[in-house]
Structure formats: structure tokens, C-alpha cells
DNA sequence: GACTGGCACTCACCGTTTCGGAGTGCCAGC
DNA sequence: GCTGGCACTCCGAAACGGTGAGTGCCAGTC
């Protein structure tokens, strides 16, 4: 069964009624604020029927109605249009890089720039190291047997860790191992590491193969398999405002949640580059996160993804609004991305 | 006017059994639980006396006692013994930092940790640079005009920045300002890098001299001047816990404060590194902050302190205990340093 | 057939009231 | 100086009734 376009219109203007007043609405009031061309009982049949289908639901009886997740999902998919930014918001996306030093602070930057301009919790995943590509390796001697090996990605990612060497090495040694790893690494992709690094062995004398070893296991365990994705937050204090009104009653479960790295990368896994992947309440993987909707998109230079980034808050959001903010900052994110 | 002992009794009393029950506590159940060897009656006169001095105050006429700000601070200064930990706790903190691969791993597990044997929010400082030495100095070319500059401190941690030299650069050159950074500049405390750095000037060829100032800008603004101070917070769900009894209605500001930086910093302003320093509701600095009380030590090798930690938490938290733990967990994490 | 006006009904919300109990302050007596 | 007793206070929970927004349904109109 079809709904008309009236139906529709009914359901597009409770959504929009209710995100901005957080109040079940009814019908009088609902004619009143929207020209609808019809009377409210009308309007009563139509609400109805979208209860019915599971679009709307009442939180008891003779109150007015308020979106279910469904209805939202409906909305966001057929109803709303992109709300375009304001030139405040745009000014505010151009601006928020100026001066930033480094890899971390652009992230920083743009987790809080995001929170601000949403009034939500702000999530930026930084630069994956599987969709990078080394650009460099450093060995740092910091005794004869511990080096420090500073990897950097063409995404600007830099990474260290320390390393105890089997044997003492001299400075040549430490030339020679640099040299090899750079010219067997650099250029690659993360990804392609775990083919190339074992024949690195072969590369060095037999003296430094020890040492080689360990280098290739750091390498290998500690930057490829496990630790390679990081993100930031920010913005939580938003989850306090409309205070327990959403979070059906306790927020600390979401906080919780917030907290769990391996939760908030998961809110990634399906995002892809183009437009913006919208997760609403139920449609959560997560049981402590389904009173939530999540909006994700990735970003990258050009036309690639080397991370995402998002905004999570009550199911009662302004969808449109905040799709296009997190596009645009997403988009402008990439674009500067490109040019370091 | 001084309080004899009964009445000191009376208060540790009201501030164990308020903080463990988070309701007033009254004459009657005082005497009960903890065998008070005189009438309900007598325990009312010196509520009365203590309530009049300041110890104390009525959530409303006729309701039980509670402790004021001041109350916890006499209760802390003067009433409590230190709690030993459990074996539990024990085992938790010797255990935490099994297969840390650095210093932001370490920093990370350690906030972690005492979030969770706390129940509070933890906030761990990384060791500051200006109580650092330089271990080393790394140059790495990104491109012919783009340089990287790592720095690698006495205390672990690894700062990097991206420097634009004004004329393109060979592979030479990078040798050469490499040598002559590492010469001036390894092993001396960060705090002395602006009266070193300005005659680095003199210490290479002349064709080098603007490249070599571009780097000495970056080292000064960036490393030494701001940006210096990094810190890590964990359990923030912790405050959502007691839900809205304690924060006054909104933990908002809260939360807020928590996100501020600076206000985090200036938490760590007054610890010295022998035992802990608390700070109590009204006590604290900040209007956001003064429902809560913090907790916060110094850590470092031996006898030095190269950072802070501390927990944050409502007024009603358990400060013998919550003493114990950050003085602990600073302690551990101290000799862990020294190790590295 | 679709829409509308009218009407009876429901039920959350709000302010008021009542009531019990925990707790206090005070006082007289030991 | 401590204690038992007593009158008093006041919070909090429960009970109550009125109000109003909102609904569902139905008969009538275009």
C-alpha cells in the first residue's frame, strides 16, 4: 500500500515539527503551522493510517504523534531536502584550518569545528593506515640495542614505536636497515606490508638479520595489524542538553559507548565516499547506541576515502541540517588533506 | 572555638555514611551504625555545633545532615586514614601496562585504568616538555622545501612537525642542520631551547641560514612556546553514574569544562609531586567545577615530576580511597617511566 | 469517494490536599 | 554534661479533581 502525497506531507511536517519543538504533535496545531490545505480531522485520518505502517507512533493515548524511527528513516531518504549552509557556517569551514601545524591538529580542529556547527558529538576518524601509503621510514638510534622507528604516511600520519634489538648496532648498522626498509616500503601501501616485509630479511647483512627481525615483527604486529585506526571526539557535553528528554533516561550508556574505540570505528565500516550514510535509532548495531542516529560520511582527497568522520545524537535531529554540514566539513577536509 | 574529639567523631560519621548512602544523614541512624557510645540527642547538640561552625548543613529544616565543602576538607585534612588497596587493585596496577609498545599507549592504559578503579573521570597529563630534556632531533625530507622535524624527549615523547624552508634543500644540507640542531640542543631541558636556538644561526654554512631559521621558529612557537601540554581523559560516563543527585541538575558544564583544555591544565597547576593534592568544591578555580572535587599528584622517575594525574569526581566520593588510587597508579607510573 | 464539522471520550498534566514519618530543637530531669 | 520526652517542621508520596489538548468516529456535504 502506497501512502499520497499528502500522507507524505503529513509525515514531513510532524518530523520537522517535532525536531524542532520535541513535543508529540497534533493535528490542529499541524494545519495551523503548515498550510495544509485541509481541516485537522483530515489530517487525523491521514496520521492514522502513517500509524498504521509504523511511521508514527503515540506516546499514549489521545496525545498528539510523534515520528518512529521508520519515520524517520522515510524522511530522510524521500522527504528532506539539503538544506543549504549558512554563510556563517561556510565562513566557518573555510576558516577553521588556518594555521594548523600538523596532522593532529587538523584533526583536532575539525572534530571541535564539527561539534560546534551540529551542537553534537563530533567523531573524526584520522587517516586510515590501511588506505595510506608509506612515504617514509626513520630509525632513530636511542641506545645500541633500542631504536625508535618513525613511520610516515602520505596522509600525514606519523607513527612511532620503539624496538629492542637483539645485538648492539653501530651507526652503519642503523644506515644500512633504514636504507633497506625505505627502499623496499616506500611508496607501498600499508596493506601490501605484510608481503613485502619478509623478504626485507634478505636485503641486509647477515649480521643485521636479527635486528631486521624485530624490526619486521614491530612493523608488522604492532603498525599493521592492530593500533592502526585512531579517532577523536568531541562535543559530548551536547549529549547534556535537551536534558534525558531524548536518551530515554540515562545517557551514560551512549558515554559508555563514546569510550569504546572498537564501537565507534564499527560506525565507519559502511561508510563510503559519496554522500552521507545515515544510521537511525534501532538501525544501530550497537543495543547501548539505538536511542542515537548517526550520520558518517568519508572523506579523502579527490575522488578516494582515507577516513570518515561524523555526528552522533538523539534520534530527534535535524537531519537535513546536519547532513550538509557533515558533507561539507567532510568535502573541505579532503580538499586540504590533498594539499600536504 | 575548638571541636572536642566526640564531635569530630560525629562528623568523619556523617561524612562516611552521606557518602556511601548520597542521602542526609540523621542522629538516630548515626548512633546506630557506628556505636557512638551516647544518645541520639547528644549526637543532635554537636550536629548543631558543627552545622553552626560550618561543617555541616540541613538540606531543609528537619531533614538529616550533610557535610559542606568545608566539612570534607577537615574530614580529608584531619579524620581520614589512608585506605590501604586491595589485592585486587593491586594486581590491576601492576599488570596494567603489560605490552605498552609506547608512551601514548602507557598514557592511555594508565587513564583507563584509574577510571575504572575509581569510578570517577581520570585525567592524566603527558609528561610535560618543559620539564623534558631533548634526547633527539630528527630531520626528514618531504620534499626539497618541506621538511619534517622530530623530537624525541628524556621522557618518551615524540613531537613532530611540518617545517617549509624558504630554498630548496639537499641531501647534504639536511645532514648538516641535523648536526648542528643535535649539537646544540641534545640533552639540555626544553625550558633552555630559546637562549640556544637563536645562535644555531651561526652554526652552519650561510646559504643554510634561512632555512635553518624557519626550523628555529617552528621549535620555539610550536614546541616550546604552546601546543607544549597534552592531556588524556577516560570515564566520562562515570559522571552519569549517580545520575543528576549529585551536579546539581546538569552535568553539562561539566563536561564541558572536561573538553577545555585549559581549564584541565590549570587542575595540574598547584601538584607537587609528594602526595596528593584535593581540591574541594568551592575550592576549585572554575564556576563549572565547583560541584566537583579533584584529586591529582604528580608523577615521574624517582623523585622528579614530569607530569600530572589526578581523578575528578562529585564532592561525595570516597577520598581516602580515591587518595589511595592516584597515589598508587602515580607512583607506578613513575617507575615505569624510569624504566623506558 | 474524499473531505469536513461535530461530538463524546480519553488521559497526561498540574495544582491542591492529605498524611505519615523522619528528623529536629528544646527542656526538664538525672 | 548527657538523656528521654515531646511538640513541631517539613519533605515526599499518594490521592484527587479539573483542564485542555488530542483523538476516533460518524453523519453530512461537495
Redesign the interface.
Known amino acids: 500500500m502506497s501512502l499520497d502525497d499528502r500522507k507524505l506531507e503529513v509525515l514531513r511536517a510532524i518530523v520537522e515539527d517535532y525536531v524542532s519543538t520535541q513535543e508529540p504533535v497534533g493535528s490542529r496545531a499541524l494545519v495551523e503551522r503548515h498550510n495544509l490545505r485541509v481541516s485537522p480531522a483530515t489530517v487525523r485520518n491521514d496520521m492514522a493510517v502513517l500509524e498504521e505502517e509504523g511511521y508514527l507512533r503515540q506516546p499514549h493515548t489521545s496525545a498528539g504523534r510523534v515520528p518512529t524511527d521508520k519515520g524517520y528513516r522515510l524522511f530522510v531518504d524521500k522527504l528532506s531536502r539539503i538544506k543549504p549552509l549558512t554563510p556563517a557556517e561556510r565562513r566557518a569551514i573555510e576558516r577553521f584550518l588556518v594555521g594548523a601545524?600538523?596532522l593532529d591538529?587538523v584533526v583536532h580542529r575539525t572534530v571541535r569545528l564539527l561539534a560546534q556547527l551540529t551542537r553534537q558529538v563530533a567523531i573524526v576518524q584520522y587517516p586510515s593506515l590501511s588506505r595510506s601509503k608509506v612515504?617514509?621510514l626513520?630509525l632513530?638510534s636511542?641506545s645500541t640495542t633500542r631504536l625508535?622507528v618513525?613511520m610516515?604516511t602520505d596522509t600525514g600520519r606519523?607513527e612511532?614505536?620503539?624496538v629492542d634489538v637483539p645485538a648492539p648496532l653501530g651507526a652503519d648498522d642503523v644506515v644500512e636497515l633504514r636504507a633497506a626498509m625505505n627502499e623496499a616500503l616506500v611508496g607501498r601501501w600499508l596493506t601490501d606490508t605484510p608481503t613485502v616485509v619478509p623478504g626485507l630479511h634478505d636485503q641486509v647483512r647477515p649480521e643485521l638479520s636479527g635486528a631486521m627481525a624485530s624490526l619486521s615483527t614491530?612493523l608488522l604486529e604492532?603498525l599493521v595489524e592492530r593500533?592502526e585506526e585512531r579517532v577523536t571526539i568531541?562535543?559530548?557535553?551536547n549529549?547534556?542538553?535537551a536534558?534525558?528528554l531524548d536518551f530515554a533516561g540515562?545517557?551514560?550508556?551512549v558515554?559508555?559507548a563514546?569510550?569504546e574505540e572498537v564501537i565507534i570505528l564499527k560506525l565507519f565500516g559502511q561508510v563510503r565516499q559519496t554522500s552521507a550514510h545515515v544510521r537511525i535509532g534501532d538501525e544501530n548495531e550497537f543495543e547501548d547506541l539505538r536511542t542515537t542516529s548517526v550520520v558518517a560520511t568519508g572523506y579523502g582527497p579527490r575522488d578516494t576515502m582515507v577516513g570518515g568522520l561524523g555526528v552522533l545524537g538523539p534520534t530527534r535531529m535535524d537531519y537535513p541540517g546536519t547532513i550538509a554540514t557533515v558533507r561539507a566539513v567532510a568535502r573541505y577536509l579532503g580538499d586540504v588533506l590533498e594539499g600536504?
Open positions: 601545524v600538523d591538529d612515504r617514509h626513520e632513530i636511542i625508535m618513525v610516515i606519523v612511532q614505536r620503539l614491530v604492532t593500533g568531541a562535543g559530548t557535553a549529549l547534556a542538553r536534558n534525558m540515562s545517557l551514560r550508556p558515554l559508555e563514546l569510550e600536504s
